[in-house]
């Protein structure tokens, strides 16, 4: 069965750094791109950074450019953020995604992990 298995949350002061892991398995991992969500408290669902199938091709979110670095290693079926230089309004539940993006731009077939919670906080 599918399983997407995030891990790496915790507990980081202002300024610090924290790294992400989403091990997938039960489909094509190669075949989807790969997506991190988070929702903090209080606030909707947000798309923090994405990346293509074959890693080539990477978005993020306005208010993590330049902090966070999406990556994928195909070979081992697993997706990373790298996040840098965290604040406050970082903390929330962060979400992996794997969904196939249609020519039309939809994100189809989605598939979630349970989330990771990490908080900004001194």
């Known amino acids: 069965q599918v399983q997407l298995v995030e891990s790496g949350g915790g507990l980081v002061q202002p300024g610090g750094s924290l790294r992400l892991s989403c091990a997938a398995s039960?489909?094509?991992?190669?075949?989807?791109?790969m997506s991190w969500y988070r929702q903090g408290p209080g606030k909707e669902r947000e798309l923090v950074a994405r990346?293509?199938?074959?890693?080539?091709?990477?978005i993020y979110g306005d208010s993590v450019k330049g902090r966070f670095t999406i990556s994928r290693d195909n070979a081992k079926n697993t997706v990373y953020l790298q996040m840098n230089s965290l604040k406050p309004d970082d903390t929330a539940v962060y979400y992996c995604?794997?969904?196939?993006?249609?020519?039309?731009?939809?994100?189809?077939?989605?598939?979630w992990g349970q989330g990771t919670q990490v908080t900004v906080s001194s």
């Open positions: 995604n794997a969904a196939i993006r249609l020519i039309s731009g939809l994100m189809a077939n989605n598939y």
């Open positions: 039960g489909f094509t991992f190669s075949q989807y791109t």
């Open positions: 990346i293509s199938n074959t890693g080539g091709n990477t």
